[in-house]
C-alpha cells in the first residue's frame, strides 16, 4: 500500500510540475532566425510642430506690421484734426485704447485661425494665409498713414 501511495504522489507531482511549466509558442520554435523572434511595435504617427520658427516669424511680422499701423494711426489722429480711421469697427475718431484693443483682438483670433489651421491640415500652407493677409493689409495702412502724415504736414506748413 506505501509504494502504490509514493507511486501516485510521484505521478501527481510531476503533473503539477508540468503545469508550471512555460512552453514558448510552436511558431518561434519553427523560426530560426533571430531577428523572426521579435516583433517591432509600428511607428505612431507623431504630429508636426504648430508653434515652430516659421509660425512665430510670420505672427512676429504680422504683429510688427499691426503695431506699425496703430501707432501711426494714434499719432496721425492726435496730431491732426483732418485725420480719421478708415476701420468701420472702431469709429472715424477712436481713442488710443479702443484702437489697440480691438485691433489686437482681431490680430489674436487671426493668429488663433492660424494655428487651428495648421494643427487641422498639418502638410499644406493654408495655415500662412491669416498672418500674411494680417502683414499686408496693416503695412500697406501704416504707408498711407505716413502719406497722409507727410501731406497733411506740408499743407499745414504752406
Known amino acids: 500500500m506505501r ?3 509514493l507511486v501516485l504522489a510521484l505521478i ?3 503533473q503539477a510540475l508540468a503545469q508550471d511549466a512555460v512552453f514558448p509558442p510552436q511558431s518561434l520554435l ?4 533571430p531577428q523572426d ?5 509600428p511607428n505612431r504617427e507623431t504630429k508636426p510642430r504648430i508653434f515652430d520658427r516659421k509660425f512665430l516669424l510670420l505672427a512676429g511680422i504680422a504683429t510688427t ?10 499719432h496721425c489722429i492726435s496730431t491732426y484734426s483732418n485725420c480719421q480711421e478708415g476701420n468701420p469697427f472702431v469709429g472715424s ?11 489686437l483682438s482681431i490680430l ?3 493668429m488663433l485661425a492660424s494655428a487651428w489651421l495648421r494643427r487641422e491640415m498639418p502638410h499644406r500652407k493654408l495655415w ?10 496693416h503695412g500697406i495702412a501704416a504707408a498711407l498713414n505716413l502719406r497722409t502724415m507727410r501731406q497733411l504736414q506740408t499743407s499745414t506748413s504752406q
Open 3 to 5: 509504494t502504490t501511495l
Open 12 to 14: 501527481m507531482g510531476t
Open 30 to 33: 519553427a523560426s530560426q532566425h
Open 37 to 41: 523572434q521579435f516583433t517591432v511595435a
Open 65 to 74: 506690421a499691426t503695431v506699425m499701423d496703430l501707432a501711426t494711426t494714434s
Open 93 to 103: 475718431n477712436p481713442s488710443t485704447a479702443r484702437l489697440y484693443g480691438i485691433s
Open 108 to 110: 489674436g483670433a487671426q
Open 128 to 137: 500662412m494665409a491669416p498672418p500674411i493677409v494680417a502683414s499686408i493689409g
